[in-house]
């Protein structure tokens, strides 16, 4: 069965610009969540989807930053534009029941994004 | 507010000594309790997991933790650490009406040989 996985792994993009990150979660998992590592400190929670639909999207930033689940599936994250406050990893991970709360989340190798 | 706090933010053990590494939680009620670890080029592996029950338990590569309610702890323990070990290692939490895991902020492990 194959993991989490992230695209792009690394991504070099300059003030102003835009860059889409891309998770692509276990199959059969209806949760995804976003994360993301500031450099130097911890991880923290970004948005989370059961299916399609935005069950918490708490953590997002603010509202430079997007994120979509087309169909379910596979989810993209947008900064636009992109700020050099935005350089860190964003951690991607994805988790299995819808009924009762997930408790045990898998995670992609993270996009490492640097803002210059 | 809750949170998860590691105090240790590098540490440096030899080959084959014992390992452990700090994590407490400031949370309402007990939290659902994990320890991932980050290898080089890698994503978060889960390691263990604390629901309810034993406190004391028993995760992958040889590593177990101990949930101490009297101290909001849930340090992580190695008899014998190898040099694969090498990694960074989060603790997380996350309460039961909730989904999102709140992390500490990692401790870096360096092992000489």
């Known amino acids: 069965e194959a993991g989490v996985t992230q695209f792009p792994s690394h991504s070099v993009i300059e003030k102003g610009q835009t860059v889409t990150l891309r998770c692509d979660p276990i199959s059969g998992h209806d949760n995804l969540y976003w994360y993301r590592r500031v450099m130097g400190k911890e991880i923290k929670f970004l948005l989370h989807?059961?299916?399609?639909?935005?069950?918490?999207e708490s953590g997002m930033p603010n509202n430079r930053f997007l994120a979509e689940r087309t169909g379910g599936t596979y989810s993209t994250l947008k900064v636009q534009p992109a700020e050099l406050e935005d350089s860190g990893v964003y951690f991607c991970a994805s988790s299995h029941s819808t009924v009762t709360p997930s408790y045990e989340q898998y995670f992609g190798p993270g996009t490492r994004l640097t803002v210059t | 507010a809750q949170s998860v706090t590691q105090p240790d933010i590098h540490i440096t053990v030899s080959e084959g000594a014992s390992l452990e590494l700090r994590c407490n939680y400031s949370y309402g009620a007990t939290p659902y309790l994990f320890w991932y670890v980050q290898s080089p080029g890698q994503g978060l592996q889960l390691l263990l997991k604390?629901?309810?029950?034993?406190?004391l338990v028993q995760g992958i590569k040889g590593f177990e933790a101990e949930f101490k309610r009297s101290q909001s702890s849930f340090n992580l323990r190695k008899p014998s650490v190898h040099w694969s070990d090498a990694a960074e290692y989060f603790c997380?939490?996350?309460?039961?009406?909730?989904?999102?895991?709140?992390f500490g902020g990692g401790t870096r492990l360096m092992v000489k040989p």
């Open positions: 604390y629901f309810s029950g034993d406190t």
């Open positions: 997380a939490a996350h309460n039961n009406a909730g989904n999102m895991l709140t």
């Open positions: 989807f059961v299916k399609e639909s935005k069950q918490d």
